[in-house]
């Protein structure tokens, strides 16, 4: 079975990555296949990264419809760097990580309300910071009603 095979080296920040992808596009093998309408490939990603004389892996496994490695090598990064630039934002301006809910269903609800509120301070005034935009509804009345309700 043909794996088309796509590698990229990234260097900066003190670390040094290696990014290997592979893409199988023959999904005939699989159990029942016309069930997989529009499925194009399977695909892998793994990632090893050296910082401070350590090394570590990651590997994720996708279905996918696209059929060309370098695509699917630039979507897989793209998406952990859309997930990672969130989780950046909700700990910087919610201090998540600092957070001690931990009862339930409680922490997946205060997530799901946080990214809800990012998403409001970030159309609130797009010129200034979405932690400027906190501070700003935290102390003015009409401009939370406005954030709120988008008046």
């Known amino acids: 079975m043909p794996v088309h095979v796509y590698e990229q080296t990234d260097q900066g920040h003190g670390r040094y990555e290696v990014r290997r992808s592979w893409l199988v596009n023959d999904i005939s093998t699989l159990p029942d296949p016309q069930v ?9 990603a793994k990632c090893e990264r050296h910082e401070g004389g350590r090394v570590s892996y990651k590997r ?3 279905i996918t419809t696209l059929i060309d490695v370098r695509t699917f090598a630039r979507a897989t990064r793209a998406h952990w760097g859309i997930e990672n630039g969130l989780h950046w934002r909700l700990d910087v301006t919610f201090r998540e990580d600092e957070s001690r809910i931990r009862c339930a269903n409680a922490p997946a609800n205060f997530n799901t309300l946080r ?6 301070l970030k159309r609130a005034l797009p010129s200034i910071s979405v932690k400027q935009n906190k501070l700003k509804a935290a102390l003015d009345d009409d401009f939370r009603a406005n954030v709120v309700f988008q008046l």
């Open 36 to 44: 997989w309408a529009g499925l194009r490939g399977i695909g892998r």
């Open 60 to 62: 994720r496994y996708y």
């Open 115 to 120: 990214q809800f509120a990012l998403n409001l």
